[in-house]
Nanobody, 115 residues
């Protein structure tokens, strides 16, 4: 079992940057994968980025070259550094990890990008 807590969202102008944090209640090195999802109003939740315990990383095509996912194992935290933000990046961002009885989700953090 693990609790995930996101932070770092806010309001930013287009072209700006934000860094989101996902703090886990236990060692992230023992977690196979931690993912960032986002959900915009009226749209389905979509996968943004994932980081695996092996160090492998995946990105959605829509954020490649603009977003970076990383981790600090000493802080049990996964980060999502977002650059060159666009209005279409506006969404609630969630971190996630799969569990035996179902996925674990954080409460989400709102990112709003103004044009």
């Amino acid at each position: 079992q693990v609790q995930l807590v996101e932070s770092g969202g806010g309001l930013v102008q287009a072209g700006g940057s934000l860094r989101l944090s996902c703090s886990a209640s236990r060692s992230i090195l023992s977690i196979i994968v931690i993912k960032w999802y986002r959900q915009a109003p009226g749209k389905q939740r979509e996968l943004v980025a994932a980081i695996y315990s092996t160090g492998s990383i995946d990105y959605a095509d829509s954020v490649k070259g603009r977003f970076n996912i990383s981790r600090d194992s000493a802080k049990n935290t996964v980060y999502l550094q977002m650059y060159s933000l666009k209005p279409e990046d506006t969404a609630v961002y969630y971190c996630n990890t799969p569990g035996i009885r179902g996925d674990y989700w954080g409460q989400g953090t709102q990112v709003t990008v103004s044009s």
